[in-house]
Each structure stands twice: as structure tokens, then as C-alpha cells.
């Protein structure tokens, strides 16, 4: 593995489902987050940890809940699905704090479909 | 509230000539300032960063510049070529933001460079 890896790299879902998006950097980076991409909205952060153990919202928190157990995954869970959450997820992490940099490196992305 | 905008959804450029994207911000508490670049089905890219202590920053082909009292960045790509085509999305961060080392992203300028 190198950088950060998503999985599964697109999933169709039914409306009411549960799904967890997972994710998993081996650079020993800190501070992890989500983000959504939807057209004409840009990037949206959704949750956020800055370290293991921590998490926090950010700007489009509903309907999901995401967990820090270890420094490496993140997994991003929707409880119920519903149609708005189709969307591109984005996860990334920095190592601000450590080396100082708030440069993020993102995954490749999911693509969600909630039919 | 968008507080990174990025008012032209896209960009068409000859190849050779200049490409200029724009991005205004709101928040004058920002003090690092990132540039990524999109390609489809793919995560985002770090691409060039300004602190605001700096008023340009340069690395190959690109150049960022800041004007500090007009909230206003801009990326110069000289010269454009045709790989240089995808979305280049403006992030920026702030230490006082309630999401910790998040980042703030416009919505993204789509970039066409033509042979």
C-alpha cells in the first residue's frame, strides 16, 4: 500500500441501507477527514480527526458517523441511506503537527449511487 | 456560507498561452493558501501552495499569486498544455477554524487547454 487506499471504489445502495465507506493511509499521518464531491459544490468536509481517537464535524455531518480507533483507518458509515447521499467520497489525511505541513493527500475516491 | 469562491466554473486556453484561474476568499483569517488539481475518477492532487506571508510562490509552470488586502489569489500555468486540463479546485486554512486541520475548498474551475 502507498498513500491512502478507498474501498469499495463504487457501490450502488438502497435507500434505508446501512454502508460503510472505508479508508486506510500507511503514512502515519495524524489528521485524517471526508469530504464529499457533488457537481457544482466542490469539495464538502464532513467529518474530521485529528488524531486517533478523536473525531469532529465539519460542514455536512448528517447522516453519517465516521469512528479513530487507529492512526491508519477511518471508515465513514451511513446509518440509513437516502437518495442525497449519492454522491463521490473523498478521504484524506495531513501530517500537520507533525512536520508542519497542512498539505492533504487524498484517496481515490468512492463513488455512491443510493438508488 | 462559501467562504473560498471560485467564481468561473470553467476555463477554455489555447495550448502555449497562459492560463489564469481566479479565487476569492472571505475569511481574513485564512493564512495558507493550496491549489489542487482534479483529473476524472481520480482524488485530488496537491499542486502548489502560498502562505500569506508570501505574495507569489513558483514551481515550474506555476505560479501562485496572493493579494492579501483584495482577498484574491490567482494561479498562473505558463505554458498551458493539453495534460494541464481538469479541475483545479482553491483550498484554504485557517488555525482559528472549528474543524481542526480541515481545509476550505471552492467549488472548483474546470480547465480545457486546446491543441
Known amino acids: 500500500i502507498a498513500g491512502i487506499t478507498q474501498a469499495p471504489t463504487s457501490q450502488i445502495l438502497a435507500a434505508g441501507r446501512r454502508m460503510t465507506l472505508r479508508c486506510t493511509q500507511d503514512m502515519r499521518h495524524n489528521a485524517m477527514y471526508w469530504y464529499r464531491q457533488d457537481l457544482g459544490l466542490g469539495l464538502r468536509l464532513i467529518h474530521y480527526?485529528?488524531?486517533?481517537?478523536?473525531?469532529g464535524k465539519g460542514e455536512v455531518p448528517d447522516g453519517y458517523s465516521v469512528s479513530r480507533a487507529n492512526t491508519d483507518d477511518f471508515p465513514l458509515t451511513l446509518a440509513s441511506a437516502v437518495p442525497s447521499q449519492t454522491s463521490v467520497y473523498f478521504c484524506a489525511s495531513s501530517d500537520w503537527g507533525v512536520s508542519g505541513s497542512i498539505e492533504q493527500f487524498f484517496g481515490p475516491g468512492t463513488r455512491l449511487t443510493v438508488l | 456560507d462559501q467562504q473560498v469562491k471560485q467564481n468561473s466554473p470553467s476555463l477554455s486556453v489555447q495550448e502555449g498561452r497562459i492560463s489564469i484561474l481566479n479565487c476569492d476568499y472571505t475569511?481574513?483569517?485564512?493564512?495558507?493558501f493550496l491549489w489542487y488539481k482534479k483529473y476524472p475518477a481520480e482524488g485530488p492532487t496537491f499542486l502548489i501552495s502560498?502562505?500569506?506571508?508570501?505574495d507569489k510562490n513558483e514551481d515550474g509552470r506555476f505560479t501562485v499569486f496572493l493579494n492579501k488586502s483584495a482577498k484574491h489569489l490567482s494561479l498562473h500555468i505558463v505554458p498551458s498544455q493539453p495534460g494541464d486540463s481538469a479541475v483545479y479546485f482553491c483550498?484554504?486554512?485557517?488555525?482559528?477554524?472549528?474543524?481542526?486541520?480541515?481545509?476550505?475548498f471552492g467549488k472548483g474551475t474546470s480547465l480545457l487547454v486546446t491543441p
Open positions: 483550498a484554504a486554512y485557517t488555525p482559528n477554524s472549528n474543524s481542526g486541520y480541515a481545509l476550505n
Open positions: 502560498i502562505s500569506s506571508i508570501k
Open positions: 475569511n481574513s483569517m485564512f493564512d495558507y
Open positions: 480527526s485529528n488524531t486517533a481517537g478523536t473525531t
